[in-house]
């Protein structure tokens, strides 16, 4: 079915489409705030590792203050970088169908009214960055760098997704920064697995386009594993497991941290199963799940933290 017009090919009837003013919807488009998935991605491993660093501190609970940081920073950054990234891949947008009703390829917004959007949005994040510490701060700023080379990377790389995993997974270093003013090697071993986690399921998101993909000549995992997709994403999502869960053990987690591990490993298990590479529709609502496994982890860390101190 077209969509209605204005609107995004892969997220119409949402918020943005029924109730927001009219003005704001093609900013709010370019921020990915119809399609929030993204940012609670980002936002996942902050947590992660804020909720882990409570662990090692033996504190009962992660700072709430911090959290709410993190939330505010994630949904910034993350319509920052759709924004910088629909700047860069407008004309490749506009040969894609998914894509080519994004609001700069079908005229919404012109590429200067995208660049002032970008710098709104990036000092909303610079502001949430300046409540931190000093180290945290310079932490976030050395992010940019990633983040500014990404949409480039599929045009010279058949892995690019390793690239979208140093920058989604940054957030693993920010938390345990947050709390000590340092990196140790629980933080390490987070970022590590979390970008073997966001290999895997931005796999899984790009085998939607793999078809356009390979005619206009964009690279992707998708396309470098095709039919090897499932013993590939058993790979990586056998490799997070293994990091993460050597972060909770060097950080002294316990038995509800491995609880939580495994539903976040058997989640990880069920994406795999249910996968139909050739099913767009299945592959977006398997992607979509992972804010469920992202967020049984983090549950499992806060129960860890906060049992020791109960009663």
């Not at 921020?31 to 998935?37: N, W």
């Not at 995993?165 to 590590?192: E, K, N, Q, T, V």
């Amino acid at each position: 079915m077209k969509p209605a017009a204005g609107s995004v090919a892969d997220a119409t009837g949402n918020w943005v489409d029924t109730v927001a003013p009219a003005w704001s919807r093609p900013y709010l488009r370019l921020s990915r705030l119809d399609r929030p998935i993204g940012s609670w991605l980002l936002l996942i491993p902050c947590w992660w590792s804020a909720a882990l660093a409570a662990v090692a501190a033996h504190a009962n609970a992660p700072s709430l203050w911090q959290l709410a940081l993190f939330f505010i920073g994630a949904f910034a950054m993350r319509g920052a970088g759709c924004t910088w990234n629909d700047i860069v891949d407008r004309e490749l947008d506009a040969s894609v169908e998914r894509t080519a009703s994004r609001p700069i390829p079908s005229g919404q917004v012109s590429v200067t009214q995208a660049a002032a959007f970008l710098v709104l949005q990036a000092l909303v994040g610079l502001a949430v960055l300046l409540c931190f510490n000093r180290y945290t701060i310079v932490l976030g700023i050395a992010s940019l760098a990633i983040v500014a080379v990404y949409p480039f990377m599929k045009r010279i790389t058949y892995w690019p997704q390793i690239v979208l995993g140093l920058a989604f997974s940054w957030g693993a270093l920010m938390g345990w920064a947050a709390a000590f003013a340092r990196l140790d090697l629980p933080a390490l071993l987070l970022y590590a697995g979390s970008i073997s986690w966001v290999i895997g399921y931005d796999t899984i998101y790009a085998h939607q386009d793999r078809e356009d993909d390979a005619l206009i000549g964009i690279k992707s995992t998708a396309l470098l594993f095709g039919p090897r997709t499932k013993p590939m994403l058993a790979l990586f999502y056998g490799v997070a497991v293994i990091l993460l869960g050597a972060a909770g053990y060097t950080a002294g987690a316990g038995v509800v941290f491995a609880l939580g591990l495994v539903a976040f490993a058997a989640h990880l298990a069920w994406q795999i199963t249910r996968l139909d590479i050739a099913d767009p529709d299945n592959c977006l609502a398997v992607f979509k799940s992972d804010r469920d496994a992202g967020l049984i982890l983090f549950a499992g860390l806060l129960l860890d933290a906060a049992l020791p101190h109960l009663g």
